[in-house]
């Protein structure tokens, strides 16, 4: 998550762990609101919405880590980053990017299952399979490059991902049909 990797960019605040632990706080309040917001509001504007209200607060969320955390915060090798941040990093702007992380996360999660446990009501075991492995294989990747490029790569990065996701949540909630015909070859 960009609240504890990118720790190192104001450990003049707490020690380091203490701050990831208070980072992995914030997240995890914004993912148990996220449930509370989108499920109400999934009915309101759909599912869709919620996914589009989903990458706006991701985005938001790219953009305040680029201007407020250190650009080499991930590819640091000491506890202190060497460059300046474009304004000054504090904890109370980083725990509210944990918990913006906890809401864009969870308004992506909510609507994937929603949308899985729907178009696949028949057989949802290999549909949540096959979307947790491609997950876990993505995050794998991330780790793979995320200590040696830097910051603003990196949100680069999961702000396209997070668009495209947005987009193909949109095209495969409108056009289910397509979907389940192209995936069963007509079968059922």
């Known amino acids: 998550a960009v609240v504890s990797t990118q720790s190192t960019g104001i450990g003049e605040v707490f020690s380091k762990r203490s701050y990831i632990a208070l980072g992995g ?3 995890g309040i914004g993912e148990i609101s996220a449930g509370f917001i989108w499920g109400r509001l999934s009915t309101k504007i759909g599912r869709h919405g919620v996914v589009m209200c ?3 607060i991701l985005c938001i969320l790219y953009y305040l880590a680029f201007i407020s955390f250190p650009f080499d915060a991930a590819t640091a090798t000491t506890t202190r980053a060497t460059d300046k941040p474009i304004i000054p990093s504090n904890l109370y702007l980083t725990l509210a990017m944990g918990v913006l992380l906890g809401l864009g996360d969870g308004g992506f999660n909510v609507s994937i299952y929603a949308n899985l446990s729907t178009v696949f009501e028949h057989k949802p075991a290999p ?5 947790k492995f491609v997950q876990s294989l993505m995050g794998a990747g ?7 490029l ?5 949100l680069a990065i999961l702000a396209v991902t997070c668009l495209l996701a947005c987009f193909s949540f949109t095209y495969l909630e409108r056009f289910p049909q397509r979907v389940l015909v192209f995936l069963t070859d007509g079968e059922e």
Do not use: D, E, H, R
């Not at 549909?127 to 979307?131: I, L, P, S, T, Y």
């Open 25 to 27: 706080i914030a997240t």
């Open 54 to 56: 989903s990458t706006v």
């Open 127 to 131: 549909a949540f399979a096959v979307f």
């Open 142 to 148: 991330a780790f793979l490059y995320c200590g040696s």
């Open 150 to 154: 830097q910051l603003p790569y990196q």
